[in-house]
C-alpha cells in the first residue's frame, strides 16, 4: 500500500517540489473523482498538515492516509457482524437500528450500491478503502449526521425532540459544542424574526371579529405606539431562555431514553418520541415562567415594563406565583401533537429520499435537509396552533381590561362561539411567514459556529 500512496502523492505533486499545498492537493483529487468540493479538501489539508506550515510535506500525507487507513479499518470491522470480510445489506441495516436509525433493507441497499465497485452487492475491504480513502467520513454514522435534524434548526418553537448523539460525539465532546452552535444560531435566527413573532402574539391575543389585525396594520400599530424598537419587545426573554431550556432537554432526554431501554439496546423511534415529549415537557415546566413573561412583554404597552426584572416584580406584587404557570396545560398538551406529527413528517420524507433519491450518496444535501425541515416543523405547528393560541391568551388576559379570567376549555368556548375555527387560527401567517427565514438563518448560523467551534473536524 506504501507504495500506492507514494506514487499518488508524486501525482498530485504537479510543480515537484516535494510538497502539496491546497490547491494542489484539490486538484488533483477532484480529478481522479476523490473528492467533490474545496471543503473536503481543506479538511484533509488541515488534518494531515502537523507542522501547519501550510503544506503537506511527504511524510506528512502518508501518515495522513495510514492514520485514516486505520480508522476506516475499525468502521469496516463494526459493520462486518460475521466477520467474512464483506459487508452486506442486512449489516448495514443492523448497525444503523443500533445507531437509533431504522432503515429498510431496500435503503441499505442503495448504501452499498454507492460503495460497491464490482457490483457483487457487498462491499469487501478493498473497495470500502477505495471508497472512504479521501472521504472524511470514516463510519456509517455520518447519516445520522447529515440527518439530524433540530440541532442546527430554530424556528422559535422548543417543542422540536432533541438529536441523538453518537458515543464518538459523546466521548470527544462534540455534542456540547453542536448544542453550544445550536443555541447560537436560535439566538441570531429568533432575534432575526422577533417584529414576526410579536405580532404573531399580538394577533392571537387582540385579534377577534370586532377588532381585526392584519399582517400591516399590525406592524404600522406597533411603530406608531413604540417606534421601531417595539418590534423586538420580548426578544430578551425570547433568547435568555434558549440556554437553560436547551441544557434541561439535554438532560432529562438521556435520563427517559435509560428508563425506557434496557442496558445496551438503543433507542427506537417509538421510545424517541415518549421520550423526547417527556424531555419537552420537563423542559417546559422549567422555563415556563420566562414564556409567560416574554408574552407580557410583548403584549405591553411602552413603559408599562422597564425590563424582564420589573415584569416578573410587577406580576409577582399583583397576581402571585400561580400567575407564572397560566396557560400550562394547554402547553403542555400541544407537546404531544408537535413533537409526534414534526417526528412522524421528517422520518417520512427521510425515507422517501433515501428510497426514491439516493443514487450516488446518502447525503441529502443542504436545500433537501432544509426543506425537510421546515415541512415538518410546519406540520407539527399547524396541529398545535390552536393550543398555542389559547395558551398565550391565558398568558395575557389578565392584561386585558374587562376580560374574564378563563381556564382552557371556557377559552375554547368563547373563541369558537364569537370567532368560529377561524378564530383558533388567528396569527398563524407571521407565525408561518418566519418559518423560512428563521431554518434558513438559524441554518448558516449552526454551519459557521460548528467551524469556529470545531465540530467539523473529525
Not at 465497485?117 to 456509517?140: H, K, Q, S
Request: some cysteine; aromatic content about 10%.
Amino acid at each position: 500500500m506504501d507504495s500506492l500512496y507514494g506514487d499518488l502523492f508524486w501525482y498530485l505533486d504537479y510543480n515537484e517540489d516535494g510538497a502539496l499545498d491546497i490547491s494542489e492537493l484539490q486538484e488533483g483529487l477532484e480529478d481522479i473523482g476523490a473528492i467533490q468540493s474545496l471543503e473536503e479538501a481543506k479538511k484533509i489539508f488541515t488534518t494531515g498538515d502537523v507542522n501547519k506550515d501550510g503544506k503537506l510535506d511527504f511524510e506528512e500525507f502518508m501518515k495522513y492516509l495510514k492514520d485514516h487507513e486505520k480508522k476506516m479499518k475499525l468502521a469496516f470491522k463494526s459493520l462486518d457482524k460475521n466477520n467474512d470480510g464483506k459487508i452486506e445489506a442486512s449489516e448495514i441495516v443492523q448497525s444503523l437500528q443500533t445507531l437509533g436509525l431504522t432503515i429498510s433493507e431496500q435503503q441499505a441497499e442503495l448504501i452499498l450500491q454507492s460503495i460497491d465497485a464490482d457490483g457483487t452487492m457487498t462491499v469487501d475491504w478493498n473497495e470500502w478503502r477505495d471508497y472512504f480513502l479521501f472521504n472524511p467520513v470514516t463510519d456509517i454514522e455520518e447519516i445520522i449526521r447529515f440527518w439530524k435534524h433540530s440541532t442546527g434548526i430554530d424556528i422559535g418553537d422548543s417543542l422540536t425532540i432533541p438529536d441523538e448523539f453518537t458515543e464518538d460525539e459523546k466521548k470527544s465532546g462534540q455534542w456540547w459544542r453542536q448544542l453550544l452552535a445550536g443555541g447560537i444560531a436560535g439566538a441570531v435566527s429568533r432575534t432575526s424574526t422577533a417584529p414576526l413573532d410579536r405580532l404573531k402574539i399580538m394577533m392571537q391575543v387582540h385579534g377577534s371579529k370586532s377588532d381585526k389585525m392584519n399582517i400591516f396594520g399590525g406592524f404600522r400599530q406597533m411603530v406608531k405606539e413604540g417606534g421601531i424598537r417595539s418590534l423586538w419587545r420580548g426578544n430578551g426573554t425570547n433568547v435568555i431562555k434558549i440556554a437553560p431550556e436547551t441544557a434541561v432537554k439535554f438532560w432529562a432526554y438521556e435520563q427517559y431514553k435509560k428508563l425506557l431501554t434496557e442496558e445496551g439496546q438503543k433507542i427506537g423511534t417509538f421510545e424517541r418520541f415518549i421520550s423526547g415529549s417527556m424531555a419537552g415537557a420537563t423542559a417546559q415546566t422549567f422555563i415556563y415562567p420566562m414564556e409567560v413573561m416574554k408574552t407580557r412583554l410583548a403584549v405591553g404597552k411602552t413603559g408599562q415594563y422597564s425590563g424582564i426584572y420589573d415584569c416578573a416584580k410587577k406580576i409577582l406584587k399583583h397576581e402571585g406565583l400561580g400567575a407564572f404557570y397560566k396557560g400550562y396545560v394547554p402547553n403542555l398538551l400541544g407537546i404531544i401533537p408537535y413533537a409526534g406529527i414534526d417526528l412522524a413528517v421528517y422520518e417520512l420524507l427521510k425515507s422517501y429520499w433515501l428510497d426514491n433519491f439516493a443514487k450516488d450518496s446518502v447525503n441529502p444535501g443542504v436545500m433537501v435537509l432544509l426543506g425537510c425541515g421546515a415541512l415538518s416543523s410546519t406540520c407539527g405547528q399547524l396541529a398545535s396552533y390552536p393550543l398555542a393560541l389559547v395558551r398565550t391568551r391565558m398568558q395575557a388576559q389578565a392584561m386585558l381590561e374587562g376580560s374574564p379570567q378563563l381556564n382552557m376549555v371556557g377559552l375554547f368556548r368563547r373563541i369558537i362561539s364569537k370567532e368560529g375555527i377561524p378564530g383558533l387560527y388567528r396569527g398563524i401567517t407571521p407565525n408561518f411567514m418566519k418559518v423560512l427565514p428563521a431554518v434558513g438563518i438559524s441554518y448558516v448560523v449552526y454551519e459557521n459556529m460548528k467551524q469556529t467551534l470545531g465540530v467539523t473536524q473529525k
